[in-house]
């Protein structure tokens, strides 16, 4: 991997966490061990009031990643998106990051293919690659082309071996992970059915959403 002795590697994975689950936790582990990452941030995302989860508020949401990631040497809590008074742009805070890291510091931005092939929508889109690489979560069911608006630009960035981006940013890569199907709306929809989540979510997470009596009645 061509990268100075001094500079570090850090991983982003945003999400609305609602609540965070095996396979956010499972995924964000493999890319930080593939990549050998100094760490690798959630990101929890503010959501528009009309969106949020009723009875689950931004920092229910925050505490239950910070239990999740406790005694993780490499994953941590990134609360910046949170703090802020409106949901962030990406771009935004990939600007905040950078903001903080050395210039040689390499930066990789997670996202799942579907979350990239809707990237032609996002705000400022096209400025992402200048401030970190971008590291696709590859799932077998995602065997859709990429939408046209994106052929040019994987055509020109990407690299077929994820181990061999280099550099601060600027490159796409494609990373296989364990396929786990699970989601936090199927999380929410069992527990508002009172069935069980056990096994889906880390054990301290399920014990502060039984605590807090979260998603029940929901739907
Ligand atoms: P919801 O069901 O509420 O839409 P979600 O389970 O998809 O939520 P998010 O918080 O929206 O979770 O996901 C954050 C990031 O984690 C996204 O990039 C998403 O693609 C990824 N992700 C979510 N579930 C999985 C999974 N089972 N395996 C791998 N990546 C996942």
């Known amino acids: 991997m061509s990268t100075t002795s001094q500079s570090r590697r850090i991983g982003l ?126 799932r077998p069911d995602a065997d859709t082309d990429a939408p046209e608006a994106l052929r040019d630009l994987l055509a020109a960035r990407s690299v077929g071996d994820p181990q061999a981006l280099s550099g601060p940013g600027g490159q796409i890569a494609f990373i296989w992970q364990t396929p786990l199907a699970v989601s936090a709306t199927q999380i929410r929809t069992l527990l508002a059915e009172g069935k069980s989540a056990r096994f889906l979510v880390p054990d301290t997470v399920l014990a502060y959403i039984n605590n807090h009596g979260l998603y029940r009645g929901m739907k």
């Open 13 to 138: 994975l945003g999400g609305t966490f609602d609540p965070v689950h095996i396979g956010h936790l499972r995924s964000a582990v493999e890319v930080a061990e593939a990549l050998e990452l100094d760490e690798l941030r959630l990101i929890p995302s503010a959501r528009p009031p009309h969106r949020a989860t009723p009875q689950v508020s931004a920092q229910q949401r925050l505490d239950m990643v910070e239990l999740a990631v406790a005694n993780s040497p490499v994953l941590r809590v990134d609360d910046r998106e949170l703090l802020r008074e409106r949901p962030s742009y990406t771009i935004d805070t990939l600007e905040s990051v950078r903001g903080e890291l050395a210039a040689e510091d390499q930066l990789f931005l997670l996202l799942g293919w579907d979350a990239f092939c809707g990237l032609p929508s996002w705000h400022r889109w096209e400025e992402l690659l200048q401030h970190c690489h971008i590291l696709v979560l590859q």
